[in-house]
């Protein structure tokens, strides 16, 4: 038993757990978790040895290995395979020792510890690892040294995996891995026959690998019995609140506070202004409960929507260098699809975003985009292309040079940056912040077209509710990248396949995908694990969906009556001052006349677009 009793670890004298207490039985599968900077890693550091507590103890069996995922690629010459097989440590020994041994008793003690370790299979069980993570047989054979760093992660992953260690620790495992590796794991550690403990925060990895949640929240430990959905249940049941209502609060606050601004002061509406207070003060009490808010993310709407198809390619080849990577693609995008990507890494979807992103040319065919398309790229190898050294605000006052300092915070705050965090430099942001920015900064120009490519790499599972909710708020066309199946499910219509140098409608749903990842290449031992009961995301997707064709009028209402608004006021403002030059009543009374009597056409004007605004929000906040 793992057993965290009264535990308290300060950093630079903030607490990150606080008399923190927790007891984790053998064979438990454990997933960690908590908001970004909560101390999760923090935690595994202090049951590796590798930091102190300040107070308490963690207690766990003497002869327990402890398996962690190694923070530093393997880089030299060994095979993937032969790097693996050097993870199970006592195999290693046993085999050398076993070449150099003379005494019967010990050959016999060293046979009999290779039969109960099953030493002589591991090169099978090692090779299905590596084919469940990605790798070829031919690739297996190769140096180590002549993969990329995320590719030697993925072999530090299988080697700590084949080790299987009496209690396993993985820090995000999924980060290196595409969708299809995520989904070989989620199946591999459904049967892990030891203790595990991991951080994630893949929902769907929760819901099916996992039995246990461990939460970190105000310091403190508690662990839930089930998968990810029942602990989300049983939290919301707990605190009565979870953080869609808090968001569908804020939204009928929003309303509510517009109203009351535009109408407090005219008398005829101030009835119902006192009521909308009354209201929002009730409200209060409710909103005060959540101490721990996620700020939603914006992803603004295209100003006009074009006619479709917005992108079409007709016979296209490309690639680079003169090498084909993708041929005969006849696609076609429209406004209102929502297209998720699958295929495995290096079949070539990163090459086909770069094609509809107009970042590659075809070789052969042809692509038409339609005229004044807008498209907005976000890849999580973009950090790179951010100034480590300039801050948030730097970033978005290169894009608004002429617009006054006000205009320029607010669009930094609506990203994620107020106030003083907008001042920030970039290399002292977190992972989440670093993509919140990009996000920003790829979306600025209210595309038609949004490509996300991994976008929930370092975003927390709050974070990531509230880019699926941005996603399907959003109006325009949205291609997806992703290992996260939870928000492929809750945001993707439509399924498009990148394999054998092509790209295909999948006619299946994730589930016949996840079947056929597992069926196709031996990648490693399907468990048949039965997933944890959970809400539906395409009951998210198509409640979105329904909601944006539901709403898009009233909308569409608000916003007209608002220009129109503006527009009066600003005639209003223009009249009212030539009409203040009393010298004009006595030198030209017939256009003073004129000017009092347009005056009171724009009064009229204002009140009747006050009243389309104040009819239409009303029907935005019943809808």
């Keep these: 038993m793992l057993v965290i009793d009264d535990l308290t670890v300060r950093i630079a004298g903030r607490a990150l757990l606080e008399n923190a207490s927790a007891r984790i039985t053998p064979g438990s599968r454990v997933g960690l978790v908590g908001r970004n900077g909560t101390g999760k890693s923090t935690l595994f550091n202090v049951i590796t040895g590798d930091m102190g507590a300040e107070q308490g103890t963690i207690e766990f069996p003497p002869r327990w290995r402890i398996g962690r995922l190694a923070q530093e690629a393997p880089n030299g010459p060994e095979s993937l395979l032969e790097v693996v097989l050097k993870a199970h440590t006592e195999r290693t ?75 396993l620790l993985l820090d995000e495992p999924t980060n290196y891995l595409d969708l299809e590796g995520t989904l070989w794991l989620q199946d591999h550690l459904a049967g892990y026959p030891s203790t595990m403990i991991i951080i994630s925060h893949d929902r769907d990895l929760l819901d099916n690998a996992v039995n246990q949640i461990l939460s970190l929240e105000n310091k403190q430990l508690t662990l839930y019995r089930g998968g990810y959905s029942d602990f989300e249940r049983l939290r919301r049941e707990r605190m009565m609140l979870d953080q869609k209502m808090v968001k569908k609060q804020e939204a009928q ?10 109408f407090r002061a005219k008398a005829s509406k101030a009835r119902q202004a006192q009521s909308r207070i009354k209201t929002l003060a009730k409200m209060e009490p409710i909103t005060s409960l959540v101490n721990d808010e996620v700020r939603a993310i914006i992803i603004p709407p295209p100003d006009k929507l074009l006619s479709p198809p917005i992108i079409a390619t007709d016979d296209v080849d490309v690639g680079y260098d003169g090498r084909v990577v993708l041929s005969g693609l006849s696609l076609r995008i429209d406004n209102d699809d929502r297209i998720a990507l699958l295929g495995a890494n290096g079949n070539g979807k990163s090459t086909l975003v770069k094609l509809l992103a107009g970042k590659l040319k075809p070789m052969q065919g042809t692509i038409t ?19 480590m050294e300039a801050s948030p605000y ?8 002429d617009a006054p300092e ?79 199946r939870y928000l492929l499910e809750a945001c993707a219509d439509r399924l498009w396949l990148v394999q054998g140098g092509g790209v295909a409608p999948f006619e299946g749903d994730l589930d016949d995908y996840r079947r056929q990842v597992l069926a196709d290449g031996n990648r490693g031992n399907s468990v048949g694990s039965k997933s944890s009961p959970r809400s539906d995301p395409s009951e998210v997707r198509r409640a979105a969906a329904g909601k944006r064709a539901e709403t898009a009028p009233l909308r569409k209402r608000i916003s007209q009556a608002e220009v129109a608004i503006a527009q009066l006021t600003r005639q209003l403002s223009k009249l009212d001052a030539t009409l203040a030059d009393g010298a004009l009543f006595a030198s030209d009374p017939a256009r003073a006349a004129e000017l009092s009597k347009t005056r009171a056409q724009v009064v009229a004007a204002i009140a009747k677009a006050e009243e389309e605004w104040l009819a239409a929000s009303t029907a935005l906040e019943t809808a």
């Design 394 to 401: 730097d970033h978005v006052r290169r894009l608004m040079p």
């Design 369 to 387: 985009r339609a005229a004044t398309l807008k498209v907005g790229y976000f890849a999580q190898h973009q950090v790179d292309e951010l100034e």
């Design 253 to 262: 606050r929003k309303h509510l506070q517009a109203f009351v601004d535009r």
């Design 406 to 484: 006000a205009k320029v915070r607010a669009r930094v705050g609506s990203i994620g940056f107020s106030g003083q965090a907008g001042n920030t430099k970039v290399e002292k942001l977190s992972g989440g912040e670093k993509a919140r920015l990009l996000l920003g900064l790829a979306t600025f120009a209210a595309p038609h077209l949004i490509i996300l490519d991994e976008p929930t790499n370092h975003l927390d599972i709050d974070s990531r509710a509230a880019l699926i909710e941005a996603i399907n708020d959003y109006p325009g066309a949205v291609i997806l990248v992703s290992h996260d």
């Design 93 to 167: 020994q046993l085999l050398e020792e076993a070449e150099t041994a003379h005494d019967p008793h010990r050959i016999a003690e060293i046979q009999t510890r290779l039969v109960d370790i099953d030493a002589h299979s591991a090169p099978s069980r090692a090779a299905a690892i590596l084919s469940g993570l990605g790798f070829s047989t031919a690739d297996q054979a190769r140096p180590c040294s002549e993969f990329s760093g995320g590719w030697r992660m993925r072999v530090a992953l299988a080697a700590t995996l084949f080790a299987e260690p009496d209690l």
